[in-house]
């Protein structure tokens, strides 16, 4: 296995200035250029695609089918964030002609969302491809006209290096300013707040734990100028369970969420961390239905060493605390870095009582909250902190009963998931994957989707310009074929 060394103060400092004069000239390029960059990202990791996958195996645990199947998403992420810049729609032109006529004069107005300048990106530990050097978060800063810079997860730093040459050699075929993309290696802290605090960092991209985005966060606003950061941070994706669903459903559901909680070694933001439940006897059956299911799967090792360590640790914590019970555990036995799949059970007076018990287990782990009514149900939808994800399996008729209990599962997260499971995130434009503090940093934006593009922009107002002086977005004649507001009409019309 390859070993690297960290970037000195020094390289990091050398590398935000040339991604600042990277910049000036990046920023410049049209629509169609970014996105054929973009495209051909895409085609050089998948010319290497057997290699990375290979590398990333060794280096995360992860199985091949795991790998192969994160590989293309990330082609499918990069290509629909290519089609998207293309397109323009999110770059959110308004337009607003002058009235002379008006008293007093009405000038004439027109705002798009222009590139925030280079942006810092950290690679995440449980996904090497799609949310890491060539992920969303990568895609979508290149796509709205800004460099990045990334620091390379430790837990798989092969593998980010040959997706990083693979993006080099894209912005070769490219013609594109050197610079554009630059990859750090580092595993100290103090990397990671250089490049936080270093004045041509103008946004930063984070997908991991909650201590981390929150220092990255603390660190970007105690700087003279503080800037954005788009972290998100985990989750645990609370499910509620509604009687008379579980009754029609029990094994079904129960079926479908021990795979939720376990694949993987359960290591998905969007892990179903938390059961809600009404004690009754369909509640026992379906928690027997799922012990027996939890208890089949076997042990898997984790990314790395660290992760690991930390599940034992915050699964040891939460299974000792005052009221909490072990329902069910994998009936085999686990080995080094493995994690065991793990369901414990607490009644919901002790939950509401022991925030402890609200925190991520980051892993194949959930707890089962029992609740004495659906009032007691509801206290425990209100006491949840902000999620990515909630999940309400219920009846149609239930769900139109419990508009309360909705309204309060909209409060608290960024995607509802009705009668399915929080894992498996969908590419699209509708997708979000945000969601309320302490989720993530900002819960307007999303992680997914093209709509991501926008969290790596901010929008200016042009008044009174003459058109020659205009930038081709918002020039009369509409010369890119961009859909526009134009006088609050949406349009791809020329201005006449």
């Avoid at 902190?385 to 608290?412: D, M, P, R």
């Avoid at 699209?428 to 989720?439: D, E, I, T, V, Y």
Wanted: aromatic share 8%; charged share 25%.
């Amino acid at each position: 296995m390859k070993t690297f060394n960290d970037a000195t103060l020094g390289q990091v400092n050398e590398a935000m200035k040339n991604s600042w004069t990277a910049f000036k000239e990046y920023r410049k390029k049209d629509l169609k250029q970014r996105a054929r960059f973009l495209r051909t990202i895409a085609k050089e990791i998948e010319a290497v695609s057997s290699q990375l996958i290979v590398t990333a195996s060794r280096e995360t645990n992860l199985g091949e089918a795991r790998l192969r199947t994160e590989v293309k998403r990330t082609i499918f992420q990069l290509t629909s964030y290519a089609d998207a810049c293309e397109e323009g729609t999110w770059l959110d032109i308004r337009i607003d002609t002058a009235d002379p006529k008006r008293n007093p004069e009405k000038p004439d107005l027109r705002k798009m969302l222009v590139p925030l300048g280079p942006a810092v990106v950290f690679g995440a530990s449980n996904f090497p491809f799609a949310y890491s050097t060539a992920g969303g978060d990568t895609a979508c800063a290149l796509a709205a006209g800004c460099p990045v810079v990334i620091k390379a997860h430790p837990g798989h730093a092969e593998t980010s290096q040959l997706v990083a040459d693979a993006i080099d050699a894209a912005a070769i075929k490219c013609d594109l300013p050197k610079n554009i993309f630059i990859h750090l290696h580092g595993a100290s802290f103090e990397i990671g707040k250089a490049l936080v605090q270093h004045p041509y960092t103008k946004a930063v991209g984070f997908t991991g734990s909650f201590e981390g985005g929150k220092a990255l966060f603390d660190l970007a606003n105690q700087r003279e100028v503080p800037i954005p950061v788009f972290a998100e941070m985990g989750s645990v994706n609370p499910v509620f369970l509604l009687p008379g669903k579980l009754k029609r459903d029990t094994g079904v559901i129960a079926k479908m969420y021990a795979a939720s909680i376990t694949q993987s070694a359960g290591q998905f933001c969007t892990n179903p961390g938390i059961l809600v439940g009404i004690e009754n006897d369909d509640l026992d059956e379906f928690e027997k239905l799922l012990c027996d299911e939890i208890k089949k799967v076997r042990p898997e090792k984790m990314l790395h060493p660290g992760i690991a360590k930390s599940f034992i640790a915050k699964r040891a914590k939460a299974l000792n605390q005052k009221g909490v019970g072990i329902a069910a555990v994998s009936q085999f036995e686990k080995e080094e870095n493995e994690a065991l799949p793990t369901l414990a059970e607490v009644p919901a007076e002790i939950f509401l009582n022991n925030p402890l018990l609200h925190k991520e287990v980051f892993g194949p782990f959930s707890l089962l909250v029992k609740c004495s009514s659906m009032k007691e149900l509801l206290q425990v939808a209100d006491a949840i902190e902000g999620q990515l994800t909630c999940s309400l399996i219920a009846t149609a008729e239930e769900a139109k009963q419990n508009a309360g209990l909705i309204e309060v599962l909209k409060e608290k997260c960024g995607r509802i998931v009705f009668n399915g499971v929080p894992t498996g995130v969908e590419v699209a434009l509708s997708m979000q994957h945000g969601g309320p503090f302490p989720a993530t940093t900002d819960s307007r934006f999303t992680a997914v989707g093209a709509d991501g593009i926008k969290r790596f922009a901010r929008p200016v107002c042009f008044q009174s310009w003459t058109d020659d002086l205009l930038p081709a977005e918002l020039k009369n004649a509409n010369p890119l074929g961009l859909w526009r507001t134009v006088n609050n009409e949406l349009t791809q019309k020329a201005i006449q």
